[in-house]
């Protein structure tokens, strides 16, 4: 399991460092190595953690080490996702840097784990912590988006035509990215917090316990439909839309992390170390 | 390599009026080459005209003869006294004109650096060439070499990349908003060759209705028809602001037609999808304020001036690497026109026949470990004596004794029958087929 961590951190080193040298070179070969990495990568990393859950029964998100690694595996693999269907190749030049980057901050966390109370099983617990991560993996994406777009944005009004210029695709291609991202989490999350919701009613009794996460997950839930009905309702687009993308990070990280340290309540096993 | 020659004259040495009076049709280039061809000292040729330049590449054995042929062929075919013209030519020799060649169909010499019609031009003087059956050995590597080059510096170099006229960078600019620009809807307010222009690009790139708004209403029906639109009247204009995605104007118009208010109020109305104006009138149609509207984007004439400035810089800059990849084609060029010559193919022929009947020797001496050393120097010496004596006729041959008219025809020949370039790296067997 240590290895196929390892050399899945190796791998998507490697992609990093592909996609760099692609934004700078813009070489499509190096797109493509570093797509194909980032496949391999993301292979590797799935051997790992299917490993820790078939070794324990549980999803390995019981402390930091396992939550950020998870995390990191979800953008990974939404991307690649997302990625069939939209080709938005500089995008892997934020992806790939950006699961290395987590990845590194995981390992400085001990693997070790407490003995999970048996919390973590069932059907419904697993379609939970999966779905919510892939939903926040979308958003987190949406966000990288919505800073392509700003940049290109400001090179288009500002006629500056600086070095993202050529490399950023148009304006409507990342915007409709964007929103498909959004509406990819955003359904995510909704299925999330339903099964959470079926299975605090069958752990503790209660669907709703306004614990600090549940309220603060709602608040998420909340923010993005906002985004999303703006956008149906009266054509919200462009940079409104990217900067409320970048925001709905903010308050994903407080969400994700914050709650667990400021407030505490139960999830708190997640960030645990 | 000496025997390569090129001569004529491009936009650079010779004004408009003498191009026009020396440009060949494909007729005229026809019938030229089969004189050309029929010139004692010339081997082979290749007749290439654009508007922009008139060149004959040649090969020859009698140097100046083949000059002065290839000068007096232009004169008497096109009937232009030579000393009208004679001052712009250029000559250029063996590498120099290989180089040239390369630069040309690369596109490093046209007016505009970079453009990409010359290599088609190229081509198909190339394919009159050997319709005519007026190119041999050397023109066709040369040829197939020279769009080799040609497309790898296409690809390996910016040197096409991006417009350099007013017109196009605003169809680059409108993908940078759009994406694609298929279905998007079109109004020009006002007309002019530019806007025009623009227009043209634009419903070449399938967009959309195309809406024509003018003072004269006359003038926009006609518009309008070009490009089967609908014409409107001028006062129409703001209700369609809310429709349309482009917005080309063009006017004589004293003051602002658009103002920055009157876009703010639409983009509700049109769900804020972005609006581009290009704006190529002087002085300007739309407010600039317009381009602080959310999904509004304004390009005035000297905004799109300044994105041809500046890609043309680009591509100079390109320029320089394509020229590298020049001067190496051009010593991978050289190093295989040698490798032609009569001493490189009679040593590589030996060396062949040498090395087959070295090996077949070891291989049958070492079933016949039996025999004395004595004897297996003699059957060493008699393999060696054999290869020599069949090697003796070729190479006087090729020597020159028995080869009449284009000894490079011979070379191939030999060099071909024998296989003695299989050394060559994969690119080159490549443009071979």
Redesign the interface.
Known sequence: MQIAFVAALLIYMLSAAAYCAYLFLQRNTLQRLGEILLMAGFGAHTLAIGWAFAATGHVPANNLHETLSIVAWSIAGTYLLMGIRFRLKILGAYVAPLTVFILFVAIQFPRSTVQPDNLLQGVWLITHIVTIFMGYAAFILAAGVGVLYLLQERNIKAKTRGFFFKRLPSLDLLDTTGYACIVFGFTMITIGLITGMVYAKAVWGRFWTWDPKEVWSAVIWIFYAVLLHERLAVGWRGRRTAIMAIAGVGVLLFTFLGVNFLLKGHHGQFTQW | MDRILLIGLNHKTAPIEIRECLAFTEDDTQTGLTTLRSDPAIDEAMIFSTCNRVEVLMTARQIPAAIDAAKRFLATTKQVPLHAFEPSLYLHQGQAAVRHLFSVAASLDSMVLGEPQILGQVKSAYRLATEQKSSGVILNRLLHRTFFVAKRIRTETGIGD?AVSISYAAIE?G??????LNGKQVLMVGAGEMAELAVDHLVRHRTGRVFVANRTFERAVALAAKYEGTPLHFEEISNYLSKVDIIITSTGAPGYLIRQADVKGIM?H?????LFFIDIAVPRDIDPLV??V??A?V?DID?LQ??VD?NIEDRRREAVKAARIVDEAVVQFRRWLESQGVVPTIKALHAKLRGVAEAEVQKTLGQLAHLPPADQQAIARMSEAMVKKILHDPTQFLKGNGCHGDRAVYMDVARRLFKLDEQLDPTEIKDRT
């Open positions: 991006h600019l993908r940078k908003i759009f994406g694609q509700r049109r769900r804020n999808r972005p381009n602080q959310n999904n984007y390009y905004d300044e994105v500046d």
